[in-house]
């Protein structure tokens, strides 16, 4: 197992500290920070902190991670890439407010990925 392996696997674990998922998450390969962005149990701060990549994936997963709080989905759903707002709107962590504004994005896949979200239709 190569070094990229063991971190992204490290990253991964449910069972890896905070102090360690921080580190990895400022690793300079986009892979382990994906890894982080995916990990159920990653701490709100560092989701956080991973809202800021310059790399659009990382910002992608972070926003597909049905864990993210709704506060980081919100600074997410004012993206200027259009995959990171769709990968928000099909979050069933989303609030509706943001459903709702993110109905009406200029890009097709983001709505539709806001017609796709199982609570899109709740409550009305």
Do not use: C
């Not at 956080?48 to 597909?64: C, F, G, H, S």
């Not at 407010?97 to 896949?109: C, P, R, S, T």
């Amino acid at each position: 197992m190569n070094t990229l392996d063991f971190k992204s696997l490290l990253a991964k674990s449910e069972f890896t500290s905070k102090d360690i998922l921080y580190l990895l998450a400022k690793d300079e390969d986009y892979h382990v920070r994906g890894s982080v962005a995916q990990n159920p149990n990653v701490p709100k701060e560092i989701l956080k902190i991973l809202t800021k990549d310059k790399y659009y994936l990382i910002r992608a997963l972070v926003a597909q991670n049905p864990k993210t709080p709704k506060e980081i989905l919100e600074i997410l759903s004012k993206d200027k890439d259009y995959w990171i707002r769709g990968s928000v709107a099909s979050n069933p962590n989303i609030s509706k407010e943001i459903l709702e504004i993110l109905a009406k994005d200029e890009h097709y896949w983001v709505r539709e990925s806001v017609a796709k979200n199982p609570n899109t239709f709740l409550g009305s």
